[in-house]
């Protein structure tokens, strides 16, 4: 008899170490997505924080190239006021993506939140358990549409990039001594390549032998 009562409560506890295991496994999920989407929400920060700065001195420059009285002088102006333009169009649309996705990734964080918080209160009153699911999948459906965005800053970022080395280059070219500018070439995919080396290594070499 005694060792039927031990075997029982052997398996009560068991079961109870068993239903503890579950819990505290369901409890750390939430908790892993929270530090994932913290970091995220510090990069993003860190990412607007920078785009604004970078709006700012856009519009120095702006300012500039208006108020300043040597006009004529300055090459290549009318595409500089134009590029610069393009940039600060780009720039606010950027801070705009990145404002939206922030706020996303702490919608997220609510609904993990709530959702390491539901299972708790369901774990003890042992009703209504489906609850922590849809708020865990609303929290990731919140993540996926935020890294959405953050795949579209992307691309505005390398398309800014790209505007401001354009005219970088043009601006050079402008400048610079023609004996120079004429030893490169330069295509709208951004690579470089010297001819005067090229040329310099192709002399008394059979070009027909290159393939």
């Not at 068991?14 to 970091?39: D, K, R």
């Not at 604004?52 to 500089?80: C, F, G, Q, V, W």
């Not at 953050?150 to 970088?168: G, H, K, Q, V």
Request: charged share 20%; aromatic share 8%; hydrophobic share 50%.
């Amino acid at each position: 008899m005694l060792f039927i009562i031990l075997q029982n409560l052997a398996n009560t506890n068991s079961e109870s170490l068993s239903a503890t295991l579950a819990f505290l496994t369901a409890m750390i999920t939430p908790a892993l997505l929270i530090s994932a989407v913290g970091m995220l929400v510090l990069s993003t920060s860190t990412r607007l924080g920078r785009v604004i700065d970078r709006a700012r001195e856009l519009e120095k420059r702006l300012n500039h190239l208006i108020t300043t009285e040597e006009k004529s002088n300055i090459p290549l102006y009318k595409e500089r006021i134009e590029v610069v333009f393009e940039l600060l169009d780009k720039v606010t649309t950027r801070t705009r993506i990145l404002q939206k996705a922030l706020l996303f990734f702490y919608c997220s964080l609510g609904m993990f939140v709530l959702t390491s918080l539901t299972i708790g209160v369901v774990a003890l009153l042992n009703q209504y358990v489906w609850i922590p699911i849809p708020t865990g999948l609303i929290g990731i459906m919140f993540v996926f549409y935020a890294s959405f965005l953050m795949m579209r800053e992307a691309l505005l970022a390398t398309a800014t990039t790209n505007a401001e080395m354009n005219i970088t280059w043009q601006i050079a070219t402008e400048v610079a001594p023609k004996e120079i500018v004429e030893k490169y070439t330069y295509n709208e995919y951004g690579k470089h390549r010297l001819r005067a080396k090229i040329n310099k290594t192709l002399d008394g070499v059979d070009r027909n032998e290159i393939v």
